[in-house]
């Protein structure tokens, strides 16, 4: 079993940055492609970015291609989120997820947490 715990999020204003982490128990993280996905108030959970085993291949959603950046540091069983130039519409819960398959959210979700980005 995998357990995912979330950090890092809070309350930003626009053009400002946060950097969320995920931490991972269980055996198959460093051989599982892992993924972030959001969810804002009223709205379905979206995929975010979503990055390799081995860190070498990502993947991005359109709406924060270029502005966040997806890493991995399989030695302490942790991913990561670096969130540049913030935007109000990146007001959501953020949700660690595993294995993930593409853009397809994988069965073990951490609990969430909240990034507000204020204009």
């Known amino acids: 079993q995998v357990q995912l715990v979330e950090s890092g999020g809070g309350l930003v204003q626009a053009g400002g940055s946060l950097r969320l982490s995920c931490a991972a128990s269980?055996?198959?993280?460093?051989?599982?492609?892992m993924g972030w996905f959001r969810q804002a108030p009223g709205k379905e959970r979206e995929f975010v970015a979503v990055?390799?085993?081995?860190?070498?291949?990502?993947n991005y959603a359109d709406s924060v291609r270029g502005r966040f950046t997806i890493s991995r540091d399989n030695a302490k069983a942790t991913m990561y989120l670096r969130m540049n130039s913030l935007k109000p519409e990146d007001t959501a819960v953020y949700y660690c997820?595993?294995?993930?398959?593409?853009?397809?959210?994988?069965?073990?979700w951490g609990q969430g947490t909240q990034v507000t980005v204020s204009s």
């Open positions: 997820n595993g294995p993930t398959m593409g853009v397809g959210a994988g069965p073990y």
């Open positions: 990055i390799s085993w081995s860190g070498v291949s990502t």
């Open positions: 269980g055996r198959t993280f460093s051989r599982s492609a």
